[in-house]
């Protein structure tokens, strides 16, 4: 089971200079990710504690692993000695938690705050509101080990292109208010696209996208 190095390559060309691809590999074996790698890939993206654990613990140390997906607020003792970057952070839970457990691995871990910026109920995250909120007044300070880097989103799930750049539009409108809160220099990134909606996501200022199946083919479970 091999990436597709083709598609890789010709992704990574076609790619801003700024712009971090993260390789989604979850469901994926360790080979197609060692094949990535070989390619001189390094930032790799998970959505399953056990997943992610498993897999840092077998593969070279100097893979940033990006978790992405819906978080358990007893599994992030699993993640916080070694995550580079937390995308998910979707509620006040897991912001008290990923607290606690940075402090515990002595470091400061760098997050995304997701926002709910699709039209359904299923995906997670903030509201814009909740968002200005916590980068307001010094909310943040609560959490000296946490850095809020940027944000994250995800479109609906629709055919309907206008849409999809729409609601990447309004993440794009709310990362410049949360940099005017709490300054360029720390609220640099913005994570969304995917595989089938990466180029609207460009096109509307993401300078990270997370790629999965355009990498390694269609997965075999969801
Ligand atoms: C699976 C997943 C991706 C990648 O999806 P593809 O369509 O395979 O590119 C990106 N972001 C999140 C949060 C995901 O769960």
């Not at 990574?12 to 990710?33: H, M, N, W």
């Not at 968002?131 to 799930?157: E, F, H, I, K, T």
């Not at 696209?193 to 996501?201: F, H, I, P």
């Amino acid at each position: 089971m091999s990436a597709d190095l083709t598609a890789y390559r010709a992704l990574r060309d076609a790619l801003p200079g700024d712009c971090t691809l993260v390789a989604v590999s979850k469901f994926q074996p360790v080979e197609a990710i060692e094949s990535l790698y070989a390619a001189g890939h390094r930032d790799f993206g998970e959505n399953r504690v056990q997943e992610l654990a498993a897999k840092a613990a077998g593969l070279p140390q100097d893979i940033r692993w990006h978790m992405i997906g819906r978080i358990q607020t007893n599994k992030i003792r699993e993640f916080a000695p070694f995550v580079h970057l937390v995308h998910s952070v979707d509620r006040l839970d897991v912001l008290t938690v990923l607290q606690k457990e940075a402090l515990r691995a002595g470091r400061v871990i760098n997050i995304l705050l997701q926002v709910h910026i699709a039209q359904e109920e299923t995906k997670a995250g903030f509201s814009p509101q909740e968002v200005l909120g916590l980068c307001a007044q010094n909310v943040l300070r609560a959490y000296p080990n946490l850095r809020v880097v940027g944000l994250m989103g995800m479109a609906s799930m629709t055919e309907n292109r206008t849409q999809i750049r729409a609601e990447f539009a309004q993440l794009a409108t709310l990362f410049r208010a949360a940099q005017e809160q709490l300054g360029v220099n720390q609220v640099r990134v913005l994570s969304m696209g995917m595989s089938g909606d990466y180029e609207l996501a460009l096109a509307e200022g993401a300078n990270l996208i997370r790629v999965g199946s355009l990498l390694f083919g269609a997965r075999s479970s969801k």
